[in-house]
């Protein structure tokens, strides 16, 4: 169990972010907010894979003014991303939007961001504070900046901009404290992992503020996943961190489910939908399990809703330890599948049933659960597949026969 750092509380809509909130997913639109049709579906499409706060960026008037129109056929609660122009956190604000982002890296005039303090202040709308390392001082300044603060984190490998990162949000948040504005969230994000973990480190230890996590420009999915779930995983489980936003070149959707599933797999939220563990395959596999395995992750998508335990596994030589703890289980071999439920053994049937059969006994499984006639994860039982060799065949046809009636199929436990 994690135990997760304290926080000051602020409410974005109707979602908390801090305290002793659960640390809330959020995401962000790819399309242009103008684009009134495409937002509104993209937003909700976030909202129904379970985004908790969605983000919108309003680079110009006209993103704004779509604001309010998409803001009546959304539910989720809405960020404006604000850059460079302060109008348009005024004008978000105006619109009704649930939180602000201010970059200080380019909206730093002391005058406009008291405005934008004073207008989310009357409308009890927090502000996050987003220090990106790509932007953190006006360029010009930055070498100088560099070299004045290097020394104050030298013992750190990433020191120079760990300085610079957090006199900016000192000097920044003073502006917000001396008008007595303590609704605020803080990010720190870079596309350097080990920065990351350094900023958030050093920035718990000096504010309350909620943190929002997360790493820039983490590219496409399949870098980006590392670069993000690396850092955000060692924050999340030393206690670190509110809200995250895990950020890739690529559907925000993937953001989205991997954001929750970081959430589950850490306990930092109670699963959603089935959870399906899965054999990684050998030399002893005799069915497509790659193809097999796509296939059961995404029916299980579409028709569970509990968070029901389903291991699909290539064969009986490893497969019952594995999966230990399973709800719903299959073991593969010789083209067929033996589908266990709670460890009874329900179905033995040919590869190409394999799929609707899982389905259909894990949905029987479900709708016991639903009716209190059975509990996730409960029962003791054994797994023990009666004849591997007769049943399964092919798993234990590269052992030996001498050897196979050695081997010891484990118990499973709760
Ligand atoms: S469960 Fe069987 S097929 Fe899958 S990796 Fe383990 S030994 Fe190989």
């Given at each position: 169990m994690i135990s997760r750092r304290k926080t000051r509380q602020v409410t974005v809509g109707n979602v908390r972010i801090g305290g002793?909130?659960?640390?809330?997913?959020?995401?962000?639109?790819?399309c242009y907010t103008y684009d009134i049709d495409k937002c509104v579906a993209e937003i909700n499409k976030l909202d129904q894979a379970g985004a908790d706060i969605v983000r919108v960026a309003v680079p110009e008037r006209k993103d704004t003014e779509a604001l309010k129109e998409i803001l009546k056929q959304v539910k989720v609660p809405i960020v404006a991303d604000v850059h460079f122009h302060f109008q348009r956190a005024l004008e978000s604000v105006e619109a009704g939007v649930h939180k602000i982002r201010l970059n200080p890296g380019n909206i730093n005039d002391r005058a406009q961001v008291e405005k934008v303090i004073d207008a989310c202040k009357e409308r009890g709308i927090p502000i996050r504070v987003g220090v990106n390392e790509g932007s953190i001082v006006e360029r010009k300044d930055k070498q100088k900046r560099l070299k004045e603060l290097g020394g104050?984190?030298?013992?750190?490998?990433?020191?120079?901009?760990?300085?610079?990162?957090?006199?900016?949000?000192?000097?920044?948040?003073?502006?917000?404290?001396?008008?007595?504005?303590?609704?605020?969230?803080?990010?720190?994000?870079?596309?350097?992992?080990?920065?990351?973990?350094?900023a958030y480190e050093e920035i718990s230890k000096r504010f309350d503020h909620p943190l929002h996590l997360g790493v820039t420009h983490a590219g496409p999915k399949e870098t980006g996943t590392i670069r993000s779930v690396v850092p955000l995983g060692h924050l999340l489980a030393s206690g670190i961190g509110d809200t995250i936003r895990?950020?890739?070149?690529?559907?925000?959707?993937?953001?989205?489910?991997?954001?929750?599933?970081?959430?589950?797999?850490?306990?930092?939220?109670?699963?959603?939908?089935?959870?399906?563990?899965?054999c990684p395959?050998?030399?002893?596999?005799?069915?497509?399990?790659?193809?097999?395995?796509?296939?059961?992750?995404?029916?299980l998508h579409?028709?569970?809703?509990?968070?029901?335990?389903?291991?699909?596994?290539?064969?009986?030589?490893n497969g019952p330890g594995e999966?230990?703890?399973?709800?719903?289980?299959?073991?593969?071999?010789?083209?067929?599948?033996?589908?266990?439920?709670?460890?009874?053994?329900?179905?033995?049937?040919?590869?190409?049933?394999?799929?609707?059969?899982?389905?259909?006994e894990t949905r029987k499984f479900q709708d016991k659960v639903i009716r209190g006639e059975a509990k996730l994860g409960e029962k003791v039982v054994d797994i023990l597949p009666p004849d591997p060799i007769g049943e399964l065949g092919s798993g234990y046809a590269k052992i030996e026969a001498g050897k196979a009636a050695a081997v010891s199929l484990p118990v499973m436990k709760n």
């Open positions: 002793d909130a659960p640390v809330s997913v959020q995401s962000m639109t790819s104050v984190f030298s013992d750190n490998k990433h020191g120079h901009f760990l300085a610079i990162m957090i006199a900016k949000l000192e000097e920044y948040l003073d502006i917000f404290y001396e008008r007595n504005f303590h609704d605020i969230v803080i990010s720190a994000k870079s596309i350097d992992p080990l920065l990351v973990v350094s895990i950020s890739y070149a690529n559907d925000p959707i993937y953001e989205v489910q991997d954001g929750l599933e970081l959430m589950y797999i850490l306990g930092l939220r109670t699963r959603k939908g089935a959870e399906l563990i899965g395959t050998c030399g002893r596999i005799q069915v497509d399990l790659f193809t097999l395995i796509q296939q059961v992750n995404k029916a579409e028709h569970i809703q509990l968070p029901i335990k389903v291991a699909v596994m290539g064969c009986v030589v999966c230990e703890g399973a709800d719903v289980a299959i073991f593969a071999g010789d083209k067929r599948g033996i589908i266990y439920v709670q460890g009874q053994k329900v179905a033995n049937v040919p590869e190409e049933q394999i799929l609707e059969t899982l389905l259909a």
